[in-house]
């Protein structure tokens, strides 16, 4: 079963930067899909960016331009570099795995604040 540890949340001003990174550990061979999702308070949980098979990515509108995703196979991390942030970035944000037989693992989330 893959484990999924997040780390980098925290509380900045408006247009300032954070990094996310997700520890994973587990059959790591095995993974499809990474990526990270985030969910405001009252609202559903959304996709922000993903990487499929290794290299295609994908990104919410809203976040296009100003985060990247990026999976560091050494370190066996994925992480999403966050840049301008806007007080509508504010919520939890959670690490997200798929393996190839379709099974799914989340992270315990880690808490980004943006204040304006």
């Known amino acids: 079963q893959v484990q999924l540890v997040e780390s980098g949340g925290g509380l900045v001003q408006a247009g300032g930067s954070l990094t996310l990174s997700c520890a994973v550990s587990g059959p790591i061979d095995s993974i499809e899909v990474m990526g990270w999702y985030r969910q405001a308070q009252g609202k559903q949980r959304e996709l922000v960016a993903n990487?499929?098979?290794?290299?295609?990515?994908n990104y919410a509108d809203s976040v296009k331009g100003r985060f990247t995703i990026s999976r560091d196979k050494v370190k066996n991390t994925v992480d999403l570099q966050m840049n301008s942030l806007k007080p509508e970035d504010t919520a939890v944000y959670y690490c997200n795995v798929i393996l190839s037989d379709l099974r799914g693992s989340w992270g315990q989330g880690t808490q980004v604040t943006v204040s304006s």
């Open positions: 990487i499929v098979s290794g290299y295609l990515t």
